[in-house]
């Protein structure tokens, strides 16, 4: 069985509005229920956990889990302070209904398709840990103190993380605990498990998999679903 995770728990105030930005309409629908739309339809995805803030739990009640009523989505939980802390509550909450596969994705890259998953979960089937990516079109540049560069990347090597990421529950799992412990804060998941030692397979993300973070973002993401609905 496949469960999915939706991390929506951030204070989402990067696109200075007063509703938080995972609740912003993306042509009259919520950015969160455009993303739970994918997975609820996806054959694959059994099960759905969403990962909020308390703090918007009155909102996401009443515009998306009451307004689309999402029969995947059985319950919802508060997230913690970090991504990764909202991440940890998500994985606890599935790791004792057995030794299945685990997508986890951020609420606010609506754009994911049905395509994107099927490649994470053949690919988490046979390789334990997958992560959706696309390689890097720009030079990458690394300055240490944001004046001078010190280094080129190489970029053909550079590929930019995107979500889902998916993983075999027992391992993401551990890789979670492990972190806790030693007090390690990664940017995304595949992080944790790669410094575990284990492998971590690439796989094809979309460009239009973009995680809204600015006011630029909303309006191109409005019309890339127009377009899909052509
Ligand atoms: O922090 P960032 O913008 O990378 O967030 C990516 C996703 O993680 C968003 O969907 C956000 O709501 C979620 N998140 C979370 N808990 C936090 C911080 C971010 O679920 N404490």
Same mark, same amino acid.
């Given at each position: 069985?496949?469960?999915?995770?939706?991390?929506?728990?951030?204070?989402?105030?990067?696109?200075?509005?007063?509703?938080?930005?995972?609740?912003?309409?993306?042509?009259?629908?919520?950015?969160?229920?455009?993303?739970?739309?994918?997975?609820?339809?996806?054959?694959?995805?059994?099960?759905?956990?969403?990962?909020?803030?308390?703090?918007?739990?009155?909102?996401?009640?009443?515009?998306?889990?009451?307004?689309?009523?999402?029969?995947?989505?059985?319950?919802?939980?508060?997230?913690?302070?970090?991504?990764?802390?909202?991440?940890?509550?998500?994985?606890?909450?599935?790791?004792?209904?057995?030794?299945?596969?685990?997508?986890?994705?951020?609420?606010?890259?609506?754009?994911?398709?049905?395509?994107?998953?099927?490649?994470?979960?053949?690919?988490?089937?046979?390789?334990?840990?997958?992560?959706?990516?696309?390689?890097?079109?720009?030079?990458?540049?690394?300055?240490?103190?944001?004046?001078? %560069?010190? *280094?080129? $990347?190489? !970029?053909? /090597?550079?590929?930019?993380? #995107?979500?889902?990421?998916?993983?075999?529950?027992?391992? %993401?799992? *551990?890789? $979670?605990? !492990?972190? /806790?412990?030693?007090?390690? #804060?990664?940017?995304?998941?595949?992080?944790?498990?790669?410094?575990?030692?284990?492998?971590? !397979?690439?796989?094809?993300?979309?460009?239009?998999?973009?995680?809204?973070?600015?006011?630029?973002?909303?309006?191109?993401?409005?019309?890339?679903?127009?377009?899909?609905?052509?």
């Amino acid at each position: 069985m496949f469960f999915a995770i939706i991390v929506a728990a951030g204070r989402g105030e990067r696109v200075n509005s007063v509703t938080p930005k995972q609740y912003l309409p993306l042509l009259g629908k919520p950015i969160l229920a455009h993303t739970l739309d994918i997975f609820e339809k996806s054959p694959w995805i059994g099960e759905i956990i969403v990962v909020i803030n308390p703090l918007h739990e009155e909102i996401f009640k009443k515009e998306v889990w009451e307004r689309y009523g999402y029969r995947k989505v059985k319950k919802y939980i508060s997230g913690g302070e970090t991504r990764q802390e909202s991440v940890y509550g998500g994985v606890r909450e599935v790791k004792n209904r057995g030794d299945d596969f685990v997508l986890i994705h951020d609420g606010v890259r609506p754009l994911v398709d049905e395509k994107i998953l099927e490649r994470c979960v053949e690919g988490v089937i046979k390789f334990e840990a997958v992560c959706c990516a696309m390689p890097c079109v720009d030079t990458i540049k690394c300055s240490l103190n944001g004046e001078v %560069i010190d *280094e080129t $990347l190489d !970029r053909q /090597k550079i590929w930019r993380a #995107q979500t889902p990421q998916a993983f075999r529950i027992s391992l %993401i799992w *551990e890789a $979670l605990e !492990r972190a /806790k412990e030693e007090g390690f #804060q990664g940017t995304d998941d595949s992080s944790l498990v790669e410094r575990m030692g284990k492998p971590v !397979r690439l796989v094809l993300g979309s460009e239009d998999n973009l995680k809204i973070t600015t006011p630029q973002d909303l309006i191109l993401a409005e019309e890339l679903l127009r377009w899909r609905k052509k």
